[in-house]
C-alpha cells in the first residue's frame, strides 16, 4: 500500500471536528418534513426597504468586486449607528472589515490574531463554531461554565481561566444557545482580567437588538480601555431577517483591522457588493424598526415556551436572542441526539441537540434548543406536533 493510502485525505484540523450538527438538523428536518425550530432563521419576510435596495443595485450593475474591507457607503453607516448608540468611535477607514457574514469575520479573526499554541477562552455552552473556530487557528480552547439556571458566571473559575498563554477570550452577547445577556459587571469583570493579561477580547454581539424586558446590551469594546483590545463581530442577519445574504464585519484597532483584513482578502476578496449597497440602507432604518423587532420577538418566545412547556420540556427563559434552551430529563430518553431524531420522526418537530453546545457531549445529553425566530403560524403548528408527546 502506497503512503498516501494510509494517510487519510482529511487534514488533521479538519479530522478533529464534525459537521454542523445544526445545519445537519436543518437537513434532517427537511427530509421528514418536520418544523424547523432548529437552524436560526427566519422563516417570515425582511424589511421591504432593504430588499428594494437590494433590487435597486442589481439593477444599477453593482456587480463588481467592492473594496476588500468593505464598500464605503455600508462602513460609514455602521460606523455611524456605532457612534450614535453607544458613543463608540469607529474609524470606517482604520478600524472596519465587512466580511461574509460574522461567520467569516470570526475566523478571520481567529486566523489573524491567533498563533498555534496560544489558549483562547470559551464560555460554555458555547455557538459550536467557536470549536472548529478554534482548531483551524491552531489554538488550544479553554473551556468556562455558564452556570445553570442563570448561565452565571463564577469569577474564580474565570480568573483560573486566564495564564501566560491565553491570547483572546470569545464572548456571545446576547448568547446563543442560552438567551443570557451578559451584564455591565459581568463584562467589567472579563475587561479588568483581559487588560490584566493582555488579553483580546472577541465579542460577537450578532444578536445585539433582540433582547427582553428591559435587559441592556452592553458593547464590550465600550467600557473603559477595551476599543483597543477588543474585536466586536456583527451582521446583518439577525437584525434585518437575511440570514442567506452573508454580510457581517469586524470592529477592531487600526492594527488588529489590518490583520483582519489581509487574512479576509485572501479568504473570500469580499462580500456580496449589491449586497454591501442594500445593508447601508438597511442601517438607516429609523430606530421604531429596532423596537418592533425585540418587541415581536418577545411575543414569539413566549408563545414557544409555553407550548414547550405544555409540552413537557423544563424551559431557561432567555433574556436575549431567539433560541430557548430546554431540560428534557421529564421524558426519559437517554441522550439528547436520540430525543431529537425522535422528535424529528415521530413528532415532527426539529430541534438542536443540547451536546453541540458542549466539549463533553454528557454535559448536554438531558438539554434540545428549540428558536422562535418563526412565523406564528409556524409555531403554532409546532406548538400542535409537540402536543402528541408524553412526559413520563
Ligand atoms: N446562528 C444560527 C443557529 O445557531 C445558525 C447559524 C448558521 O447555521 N450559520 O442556529
Redesign the pocket.
Known sequence: MTESRIRPLASAKALQFTE?V??EMTRFAAQHDAVNL????PDFPAPTEIKEAAVEAVRADVNQYAITWGAKPFRDAIAERYRAIYGMAVDPERNLTVTCGS?EAMMSTMLALVDPGDEVIVFEPF?ENYGPDTILSGAVPRYVQLHEPDWGIDEGELEKAFNNKTRAIIINTPN?PTGKVYSREELQAIATLCQRWGVIAITDEIYEYIIYGGAEHVPLASLDGMSERTVTLNSLSKTYSV?GWRVGWAIASEEATSAIRKVHDFLTVGAAAPLQAAAAAALHLPESYYEKLARDYEVRRDILSESLERAGFRCYTPKGAYYIMTDISSFGFSDDVTFARHLIETIGVAA?PGSSFYHRPEDGAQKLRF?FCKKKATLDEAATRLGKLVAT
Do not use: P
Open positions: 454542523s445544526i445545519r432548529a437552524q436560526g432563521f461567520t455557538y446563543n440570514t438542536v428558536t
